[in-house]
């Protein structure tokens, strides 16, 4: 087998001769290749003769509207195309009759009421349709067994000395319902709670009070339990005039620099004067807030709600946003969760923790249950920190939501009821 030089093609013949192209067309056995002479336009065309063996082409001539055309004959094969006749109304077509095979339309006559029509007879094959009898309510009664007698009923009677039913009056129902002859008896109120509901005291502290005599109704002293009185009554506490007045509480978001007292000998600014005006009824503060700490106070004069709301038996939660004049470290943090001896006992919390939303560590959150004068500061007094703010945000359920620094608004009855909860 002859090798292949470098320089050959893959047939023995060199690159170049191969990658050139012929010039003689006839070694290589294919055509010329000539360019197509360009399309001519419709128009420029010739038509085509008999002599290329198609036929000419010819134009379609324009369709005629409906109405130029001629109508198809017998010469055609088709029928005449004719128009429909437009249809008549029903009231002017014919009948059908015989002819036609169809039996004549006719109309159904109206149909008469019930009353007027003939009741089926024997002759319809259908029997005559009679209305049901209507049946007695038989109730409890057992049915009677065949061959036993009917007993006749004893005649109804009522009480001894009642009349018979037929000679009864009939209740006029006109006239207003009257009340109870001893109406006056639904008024009257035991002595202890009438004093309670005056804002006095409780009602164990009231029995305390008519034991020891100071108590007088219409003048007289009264040491007797249980006595009750009317609200036409007079009823002396020493020698003050009891009223039976509207429980009433009011929600007040203290403001800084005002003292909880009702009166001040030093003529300072006092919570009763941010109240003034509120109620006719006189109400107190429930619990104390400092000269410059801010936050919610309640006042009332139900008596009963104030004291067990004050007193530390009943544990009502309170919560207060303390800023303090440094950051709290660590381990006083931990020192005040686990609790410390104070001069008047051992304090504890319930909660502490920073604020969130504070970017210093200065803000605390602190809940505790404790009733002790002054606690929260002297918590953090203890720990050599200053309180600079302290805010009581959270009282016994309320809070200061939608209520501004200086403002006050009555309790709501939802309110009022979930301060009898805590209380009871």
């Not at 360019?35 to 198609?54: A, C, V």
């Not at 259908?126 to 007993?151: A, D, F, H, Q």
């Not at 006083?332 to 604020?355: C, M, P, S």
Request: hydrophobic content about 20%; glycine content about 8%.
């Amino acid at each position: 087998m002859e090798k292949r030089r470098p320089g050959q093609g893959g047939r023995g013949k060199p690159a170049e001769s191969r990658r050139s192209k012929p010039e003689d067309t006839g070694r290589s056995g294919r055509p010329e290749r000539r360019s197509k002479p360009p399309t001519k336009s419709w128009d420029e065309r010739k038509p085509k003769t008999e002599d290329s063996g198609r036929p000419e082409r010819r134009s379609k001539p324009p369709t005629k509207s409906w109405d130029e055309r001629k109508p198809k004959t017998e010469d055609s094969g088709r029928p005449e195309r004719r128009s429909k006749p437009p249809s008549k109304p029903w009231e002017e077509r014919k009948p059908k009759t015989e002819d036609s095979g169809r039996p004549e339309r006719r109309s159904k006559p109206p149909s008469k009421p019930w009353e007027e029509r003939k009741p089926k007879t024997e002759d319809s094959g259908r029997p005559e349709r009679r209305s049901k009898p209507v049946e007695k309510p038989s109730g409890n009664r057992r049915p009677r067994l065949e061959g036993s007698e009917r007993t006749e009923r004893p005649e109804r009677t009522g009480r001894p000395g009642q009349k018979p039913w037929g000679e009864r009056k009939s209740r006029d129902f006109s006239r207003p319902k009257t009340g109870r002859k001893d109406s006056q008896k639904d008024e009257l109120i035991r002595l202890n709670k009438y004093i309670a509901n005056a804002g006095v005291c409780s009602r164990r502290e009231a029995d305390n009070l008519i034991l020891a005599g100071v108590v007088r109704v219409n003048g007289k002293v009264v040491t007797e339990l249980g006595i009750k009185v009317s609200p036409g009554d007079k009823v002396q506490y020493e020698e003050q005039t009891i009223s039976q007045e509207r429980t009433r509480y009011i929600l007040l978001n203290k403001p800084k620099g005002y003292i909880t007292t009702l009166d001040d000998p030093e003529k300072r600014k006092t919570v009763m004067s941010l109240i003034q005006g509120a109620c006719k009824e006189r109400v107190y503060p429930v619990g104390r807030l400092d000269r410059n700490t801010t936050g919610l106070l309640l006042f009332t004069n139900d008596g009963t709600i104030a004291k067990k709301l004050s007193h530390p038996k009943y544990g009502i939660k309170k919560i207060y946003h303390v800023e303090l004049d440094r950051s709290l470290s660590r381990s006083d943090l931990e020192k005040i969760r686990v609790g410390f001896e104070l001069d008047d006992g051992k304090v504890e919390v319930d909660k502490i923790e920073h604020i969130e939303d504070s970017k210093s560590k200065k803000e605390l959150g602190v809940e505790l249950h404790s009733g002790k004068n002054r606690v929260v500061r002297r918590i953090f007094e203890h720990l050599e920190y200053k309180v600079v703010k302290l805010d009581r945000v959270f009282y016994a359920g309320l809070t200061k939501k939608n209520l501004t620094r200086g403002h006050w608004r009555f309790l709501e009855e939802h309110e009022v009821n979930l301060l009898k909860m805590i209380s009871s």
